[in-house]
């Protein structure tokens, strides 16, 4: 089997044997970017060849002998353009940092690092992680591997699409609002945002602090586990990173869900789910069934307040977020303004994309004065009344199994006229954040335009193992995970 098709943990594995090399590894990856990347344009910045060829033979030489291998020597891993590199340029998909070339590691950049990851390539993404398509980048969109008339999936579509593709063996993403689980869900691929405080936000450039999340986006459950493993953990440079421990995520891979209490919410099968969607996600929650988890329908009230509370929150704390990008410390500075109000101004209008900027003046908005408590403040009442919801149901079950999007993927172009629209992709995504607790996103069917139709389980605050663990067991009495596209 070609290396490229191969899970991280099957390549880690042949690595570790010494069946193939460092080099042969970036070969067969640089291959497969010569040959696809120009239909799927997944990467901002992809690794230089010549510098990473040279790395993977000094690995080779230097193992020669003795093989003392760190979990992920010469492995092939993307890393969002969101997420600082030292040395390589981050540019968020904003013209505003288009030549920003950070001079440290974001700290899942440093734990990878120290692992001996291979940089393979920064992904695209919508402009500051705003948005559902990745049309929103400055670089222009990626495309989804199933389909290139369609959308990957945003806002790390480009993460989804290279791991879809086989242009990385897994990548790292961040969700905010669903965007390491939407993209996953469009692209087929295993998609997993962690408990908010579970994994260090340090180095990743903020968009909405209270919701941003670092996660791996990987071809198999099995993946995911190993990814979170070694990113996860207390980092003192982050301060809402959690002093938890991290269990053994390998242990959680078991083959029932017998003892399981698995909850289903009316309030996610509404108007709007698309049939096929559903069809695919209740057969999913009938295979569960046989797995021996229990089912019990669950309700959570609060679902139709989440995206109107969603972009009240994430919007006013862009806003403050943003208001950096002024033409001074770095990034783009407009040319030839007179006085500084008018850099200000140039810079932010030149540097900004649509969509960052109707955000900026929604959240301006909500946070001014005479507007503070009419909306801002409501958001974040409304906001504790979703994350009691949560509670309540956690009190019932171990998970909750939703949908991810309504619609499998939808074509390029066909939504970036409307923000409403695009916004409700994220209809199913956008409370997990809000409550603050750990969503998994696996394959589990095709539409009938062969567009894969993603899992969503939602767990209890810090107990990713028991969402990993029902999505192993579901994914290996199906072989959704196995169906490739061909490229
Ligand atoms: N699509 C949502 C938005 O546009 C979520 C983005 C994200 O999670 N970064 O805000």
Redesign the pocket.
């Known amino acids: 089997m070609s290396l490229r098709k191969l899970t991280l943990f099957e390549l880690k594995d042949k690595f570790t044997k010494g069946e193939v090399s460092a080099a042969e590894i970036v070969k067969a990856y640089f291959q497969r970017i010569t040959v696809v990347e120009s239909k799927v344009k997944a990467y901002i910045t992809p690794a230089k060849k010549d510098a990473l060829l040279k790395e993977a033979d000094d690995l080779d030489y230097k193992l020669r002998g003795w093989r003392k291998i760190a979990p992920l020597m010469a492995m092939p891993i993307a890393v969002k353009d969101n997420i600082c590199t030292e040395g390589v340029k981050t540019t968020c998909g904003s013209r505003m940092l288009e030549n920003f070339v950070p001079s440290y590691d974001a700290t899942v950049v440093s734990r990878l690092r120290e692992q001996g990851y291979f940089l393979i390539g920064k992904t695209n ?2 402009e500051f ?4 398509s990745t049309e ?1 980048s400055a670089f222009g969109p990626t495309r989804n591997p199933w389909n290139l008339a369609c959308i990957p999936g ?3 579509g480009g993460s989804a699409a290279a791991v879809a593709a086989d242009l990385c063996a897994a990548a790292l993403g ?7 689980r ?1 993209p996953a869900a469009c692209c087929g691929v295993v998609g997993l945002k962690p408990t908010y405080g579970r994994v260090s936000r340090y180095g990743l450039v903020a ?2 602090s209270s ?2 999340q670092i996660g791996p986006i990987t071809k198999d459950v099995r993946d995911a586990a190993l990814m979170l493993q070694l990113i996860a953990g207390h980092d003192p440079l982050d301060s809402t990173s959690a002093d938890v421990p991290v269990p053994d995520y390998q242990k959680a891979l078991k083959f029932t869900m017998r003892g399981m209490k698995v909850g289903v919410p009316l309030e996610f099968f509404a108007e709007g789910l698309d049939p096929e969607v559903e069809l695919a996600v209740r057969t999913a929650i009938i295979k569960m069934q046989e797995l021996k988890a229990e089912i019990r329908e669950i309700s959570l009230p609060m679902t139709t307040y989440a995206v109107a509370t ?2 009240l929150i ?1 919007t006013a704390e862009a806003s403050s977020n943003l208001a950096r990008y002024d033409g001074v410390k770095y990034g783009y500075r407009a040319a030839k303004e007179k006085g500084l109000l008018e850099t200000y101004m140039k810079t932010r209008q030149e540097g900004f994309g649509p ?1 960052v900027k109707r ?1 900026i003046m929604l959240g301006t908005y909500a946070l001014s004065a005479g507007y503070y408590d009419a909306y801002y403040g409501k958001a974040q009442s409304v906001r504790t009344l979703i994350k009691r919801d949560f509670d309540e149901a956690f009190k019932d079950v171990d998970m909750i199994v939703t949908p991810t999007m309504p619609t499998p993927a939808f074509k390029l172009g066909e939504k970036v006229q409307d923000p409403l629209q ?2 409700l ?2 209809i199913y ?2 409370s997990v ?1 809000l409550a603050g607790v750990p969503a998994i996103v696996l394959p589990c069917g095709f539409s009938s335009g062969k567009l894969p139709i993603g899992l969503q389980i939602i767990g209890r605050p810090f107990e990713e193992e028991k969402i990993i663990r029902a999505a192993y067991a579901y994914e290996q009495a199906t072989d959704w995970h196995k169906k490739r596209p061909t490229l």
């Open positions: 993404l919508d992680a705003m948005g559902s929103n945003g806002s790390s961040s969700d905010t609002g669903g965007s390491i939407q968009f909405a919701l941003d969603y972009y994430a969509e955000r695009m916004y992709s994220d995504t956008i954040n």
